[in-house]
């Protein structure tokens, strides 16, 4: 069964306090590491798509890097709009040519000013 | 504008009484499925589409029905609805075809309570 474990659960951050979120996966055939920003209320915003080790992508102030059991969120001086929920998602290869999306829980940034 | 539109986006049932909640994209994405959000327990997939008339089941699909007779649109149908579908509901969509789906667009949001 494929398992998506992220954390912190919540982190809160001064405003240009960098850090990073982890998400740490277990899944049989990867076939790519999505990275989402939820707001309340709202459908997750896509972010990164990493399909292999060693891949990294950027925008702004958002990195994200991928092993070959985990990935991580690093946020760089951070500002209060990046307040929100970041949800990792591992995509595996099920067979007859489908594809499973599973999400972990998420980590709650809170950036005060 | 490239979206995912789903209605309603709330809904108050009673338990029992059939109900459908619309999804539709105007991308062109052959893949497309549905997701339930609840406290403590995250995104979950109910049933997944690779393309019209391909229809699979994601990890909870008990008491739920799709269908996909054009690409554009998949419903998600509950035809016995119960205190235990109030959640907040999330369809998707994504390229897909011979490449697996990337970049998934996530519509706004259906929240259901059942009374």
């Known amino acids: 069964e494929d398992q998506v474990t992220q954390s912190p659960e919540a982190l809160r951050l001064q405003e240009g306090e960098s850090s990073s979120l982890n998400c740490s996966y277990t899944?049989?055939?990867?076939?790519?590491l999505f990275w989402y920003r939820q707001d309340p209320g709202k459908g997750p915003e896509f972010l990164f798509t990493l399909y292999s080790a060693g891949e990294e992508k950027e925008k702004e102030r958002l990195k994200a890097t991928l092993t070959k059991k985990e990935s991580f969120l690093h946020i760089t001086a951070p500002k209060p709009e990046d307040s929100a929920t970041y949800l990792c998602?591992?995509?595996?290869?099920?067979?007859?040519?489908?594809?499973?999306?599973?999400f972990g829980k998420g980590t709650k940034l809170s950036v005060i000013p | 504008e490239a979206q995912v539109t789903q209605n309603p986006r709330y809904l108050i049932t009673v338990t029992g009484k059939k109900l459908t909640v619309t999804c539709s994209q105007n991308m062109n994405h052959e893949y497309m499925s549905w997701y339930r959000q609840d406290p403590g327990l995250g995104l979950r997939q109910i049933y997944y589409?690779?393309?019209?008339?391909?229809?699979d089941k994601g990890d909870v699909p008990e008491g739920y029905k799709v269908s996909r007779k054009e690409k554009r649109n998949f419903p998600l149908i509950l035809e016995s609805p119960s205190p235990n579908q109030t959640s907040l509901y999330f369809c998707?969509?994504?390229?897909?075809?011979?490449?697996?789906?990337?970049?998934?667009?996530f519509g706004s949001g259906t929240r259901l309570t059942v009374v």
């Open positions: 899944v049989s055939g990867l076939r790519g």
């Open positions: 998602a591992v995509q595996a290869y099920s067979g007859a040519g489908s594809y499973q999306l599973t």
């Open positions: 998707a969509s994504s390229l897909g075809g011979v490449r697996p789906p990337t970049g998934y667009t």
């Open positions: 589409s690779m393309n019209v008339e391909v229809t």
